[in-house]
């Protein structure tokens, strides 16, 4: 099972993810918390992946759809601190071209504003 903490900095949400993003370990969860978030005004999304040290495909195509919900709002999505594990397989997918990437969340935060 995978956490999610969330911290807003104005009308930026931050969300840590702990855990496996993963299909076993959390299915869903990324696109729940990012429609409630939505359903709640806030469409500028950082997702803090420093306690994330491996993703599957299940987890790739959370991220995606994560990106497809806010974009279809006008909003953003922004990954940071990626540790090289996910790193790596978001370049081997070329996923790292789709997404914007921040090595912190200061940066990340300052770049949605």
């Given at each position: 099972?995978?956490?999610?903490?969330?911290?807003?900095?104005?009308?930026?949400?931050?969300?840590?993810?702990?855990?496996?993003?993963?299909?076993?370990?959390?299915?869903g969860q990324v696109q729940d918390k990012?429609?409630?978030?939505?359903?709640?005004?806030?469409?500028?999304?950082?997702?803090?992946?420093?306690?994330?040290?491996?993703?599957?495909?299940?987890?790739?195509?959370?991220?995606?759809?994560?990106?497809?919900?806010?974009?279809?709002?006008?909003?953003?999505?922004?990954?940071?601190?990626?540790?090289?594990?996910?790193?790596?397989?978001?370049?081997?997918?070329?996923?790292?071209?789709?997404?914007?990437?921040?090595?912190?969340?200061?940066?990340?935060?300052?770049?949605?504003?």
């Amino acid at each position: 099972m995978i956490k999610i903490i969330e911290r807003t900095d104005d009308n930026v949400a931050i969300c840590k993810i702990e855990g496996k993003l993963s299909g076993i370990e959390g299915k869903g969860q990324v696109q729940d918390k990012i429609r409630e978030l939505i359903e709640r005004d806030l469409i500028k999304v950082v997702l803090d992946l420093s306690k994330v040290n491996w993703i599957d495909s299940t987890g790739l195509g959370e991220l995606i759809a994560s990106l497809s919900s806010l974009k279809k709002q006008d909003g953003l999505l922004v990954l940071s601190n990626i540790q090289d594990p996910v790193q790596s397989l978001l370049k081997m997918t070329n996923l790292n071209q789709i997404f914007d990437i921040y090595q912190d969340v200061e940066k990340a935060v300052e770049a949605l504003r």
